[in-house]
Nanobody, 124 residues
Framework: QVQLVESGGGLVQAGGSLRLSCAGS????????MGWFRQAPGKEREFVGR????????LYADSAKGRFTISRDNAKNTLYLQMNSLNPEDTAVYYC?????????????????WGQGTQVTVSS
């Protein structure tokens, strides 16, 4: 079992930056592939990016490439999402998720554990 708690969301102007954190419980955090997803009002939850527990490889959605960076500190059981050059289309609730079953997971259904989400609002 893994419990996840996101933090770091807030209101930022277009062009600004935010760093989200996701604190995980459990001694096997390093054995989980961790993902970031987001959901805007009236839209489906969408993949932002993930970092695999195998080799730490990362994969990003096209909307995140070049602007967002995912990292993890297994010693602190923490996942990060550094977001730069934010624009109003990035406004959403951001969720972190974990799976130990699918190392290269990108679909929400592949993840077993979810945080409660943190709101990110980008003003124009």
């Amino acid at each position: 079992q893994v419990q996840l708690v996101e933090s770091g969301g807030g209101l930022v102007q277009a062009g600004g930056s935010l760093r989200l954190s996701c604190a995980g419980s459990g001694r096997t955090f390093s054995r989980y592939t961790m993902g970031w997803f987001r959901q805007a009002p009236g839209k489906e939850r969408e993949f932002v990016g993930r970092i695999s527990w195998i080799g730490g490889s990362t994969l990003y959605a096209d909307s995140a490439k070049g602007r967002f960076t995912i990292s993890r500190d297994n010693a602190k059981n923490t996942l990060y999402l550094q977001m730069n050059s934010l624009n109003p289309e990035d406004t959403a609730v951001y969720y972190c998720a974990a799976t130990s079953n699918v190392p290269q997971a990108i679909h929400p259904r592949e993840y077993d554990y979810w945080g409660q989400g943190t709101q990110v609002t980008v003003s124009s």
